[in-house]
């Protein structure tokens, strides 16, 4: 079965820094990569997805991912953050045999907190 | 506008009680799927259901019903037989089984579930 992990539980980043989200997957094919943004006591929304093709992908709200296959890696990144960027952020794969028909495979959450 | 609509936002319920939460869309999805969200854990696939009258368990289906009787609408019930009933329970649909190429799953605002 595939997993995902994302190693940080928190970052916390200052305003206009840059950032970057971790995220890795076990899977023995290439799944689909998706990144989601949950804000306190809402429903989850999509920043950006790999399905295939070009291995950086650009999202909305600025953000951007690399998918790394020898890696084994989806990052999320972006060139600089502001204080709406506060957020949950949940990395997710399905496999491309089946696609989303099981449900999507989440990680535990990266929580960003952005410092004035 | 298109959408997932949850109801209620937040629900109470006295210990050894069943309740039923409702998940509506208009999108005209084919898939339906329902996530426990519980601090640090991420979430969790309960049920899901890729088509009216048929549906499947998730990862953690023990103390929780669905029905899929029609395609807008799947609603689930915790039942007296979850343990641990208090989390965020989100739903989310897709076009179909797959993960479509417009934006994945959509996902509704959530329902904050509070046994007392």
């Known amino acids: 079965a595939q997993s995902v992990t994302q190693p940080d539980i928190h970052i916390t980043v200052s305003e206009g820094a840059s950032l970057e989200l971790r995220c890795n997957y076990s899977?023995?094919?290439?799944?689909?990569l998706f990144w989601y943004v949950q804000s306190p006591g809402q429903g989850l929304q999509l920043l950006l997805k790999y399905f295939s093709g070009d291995t950086l992908v650009q999202g909305i709200k600025g953000f951007e991912a690399e998918f790394k296959r020898s890696q084994s890696s989806f990052n999320l990144r972006k060139p600089s953050v502001h204080w709406s960027d506060a957020a949950e952020y949940f990395c997710?794969?399905?496999?491309?045999?089946?696609?989303?028909?099981?449900?999507?495979?989440f990680g535990k959450g990266t929580h960003l907190i952005i410092q004035p | 506008d298109g959408g997932i609509t949850q109801s209620p936002k937040y629900l109470f319920r006295k210990e050894g009680q069943n309740v039923t939460l409702s998940c509506e869309q208009n999108?005209?999805?084919?898939?339906m799927y329902w996530y426990r969200q519980d601090p640090g854990q991420g979430l969790r696939l309960i049920y899901y259901s890729q088509i009216v009258n048929d549906f499947q368990k998730g990862d953690i289906a023990e103390g929780y019903s669905v029905s899929r009787e029609k395609k807008e609408s799947f609603p689930l019930t915790v039942t007296s037989a979850q343990k641990n009933p208090t989390a965020f329970y989100l739903c989310a649909s897709s076009i179909d089984p797959w993960p479509d190429r417009d934006g994945g799953y959509t996902f509704g605002s959530g329902t904050r579930l509070t046994v007392v």
């Open positions: 999108l005209n999805h084919d898939a």
């Open positions: 899977y023995g094919a290439t799944p689909y």
């Open positions: 997710a794969v399905a496999p491309m045999m089946g696609g989303g028909a099981d449900g999507l495979t």
